[in-house]
Nanobody, 120 residues
Framework: QVQVVESGGGLVQPGGSLRLSCAASGSILNIYAMGWYRQAPGKQRELVAAITRSGTTNYADSVKGRFTISRDNTKNTVYLQMNNLKPEDTADYYC??????????????WGQGTQVTVSS
């Protein structure tokens, strides 16, 4: 079993900052890519940012220059630093991890989501 738990969401004013965290635990042999997705009401889930085990990053155009993804491989944790937040960033944010389990199977796992609301 692999558990993925996000934290750090909340309500913030436009221009403010939030830091999301996501920790994976359980029967993990290795974690490949880790990523953050978001889903706004009535919209499809979209990739926000992703990072490989070696640190290569990829961002959605809408967040480039404002969001930074990072990871701590010793803690199986990925972070998303969000600066200069805009109302259009309002969404449920989900963590996704690409895991090689102790049983030598490779699967994607999702967290339960954390809500981010940007409003004055």
């Amino acid at each position: 079993q692999v558990q993925v738990v996000e934290s750090g969401g909340g309500l913030v004013q436009p221009g403010g900052s939030l830091r999301l965290s996501c920790a994976a635990s359980g029967s993990i042999l290795n974690i490949y890519a880790m990523g953050w997705y978001r889903q706004a009401p009535g919209k499809q889930r979209e990739l926000v940012a992703a990072i490989t085990r070696s640190g290569t990053t990829n961002y959605a155009d809408s967040v480039k220059g404002r969001f930074t993804i990072s990871r701590d491989n010793t803690k199986n944790t990925v972070y998303l630093q969000m600066n200069n937040l805009k109302p259009e960033d309002t969404a449920d944010y989900y963590c996704n991890v690409d895991v090689l389990t102790n049983w030598n199977t490779r699967n994607d796992y999702w967290g339960q989501g954390t809500q981010v609301t940007v409003s004055s």
